[in-house]
């Protein structure tokens, strides 16, 4: 079956652009997250959707990020007034729910390149 | 903060086993230690995960000290599509700790 997609692949923008990245998760997954991934680092975590529950912000590094989900379906992540410390991979996983147990399922992520 | 520590690199020849230790001194009683890896330019996999018991999957071996501050992944035989940065990751909350993860060179 069709796994997780985000879009776009790759992202080039302007410094003080907003942009809006897409991830599109397994269908009937009800856990989604967003993670931020800089050159030769780990993974940051950034927000996690859960059903209809408020989800977890703790992650999101500024007021300039916000995501969205819309029910159990598509997410979108936005970044406001993009600096150039922006600029990273950010990758979007799928579980099937909130267990400790289940595994992410991750996109190939978008690249995004802040001028 | 539910972290764990693993070196930053690792060599091993093809064909042999690889052993990935992984320190987490600060795990809780109900934190399962899950091992995820990431291939050049993808998202992580999921790889394993465990409790308190070892565990085996088609993929690799988890050994888990007794006393759960340490574990260990086990590839029995490294192919070089096992080339990879593998992570150790605890769950905190919502969280997982991905850290930097351990870079595995598989030499031919």
Known sequence: GAGVSQSPSNKVTEKGKDVELRCDPISGHTALYWYRQRLGQGLEFLIYFQGNSAPDKSGLPSDRFSAERTGESVSTLTIQRTQQEDSAVYLCASSLGARDTETQYFGPGTRLLVL | ?108
């Open chain 2, 1 to 108: 903060d539910a972290k764990t520590t693993q070196p930053n690199s690792m060599e091993s020849n093809e064909e042999e086993p690889v052993h990935l230790p992984c320190n987490h001194s600060t795990i809780s009683g109900t934190d399962y230690i899950h091992w995820y890896r990431q291939l050049p330019s993808q998202g992580p996999e999921y790889v394993i995960h465990g409790l308190t018991s070892n565990v085996n999957n088609r993929m690799a071996s988890l050994a888990i000290a007794e006393d759960r501050k340490s574990s260990t992944l086990i590839l029995h035989r490294a192919t070089l599509r096992d080339a990879a940065v593998y992570y150790c990751i605890l769950r905190s909350g919502n969280q997982f700790y991905f850290g930097t993860g351990t870079s595995l060179t598989v030499i031919p």
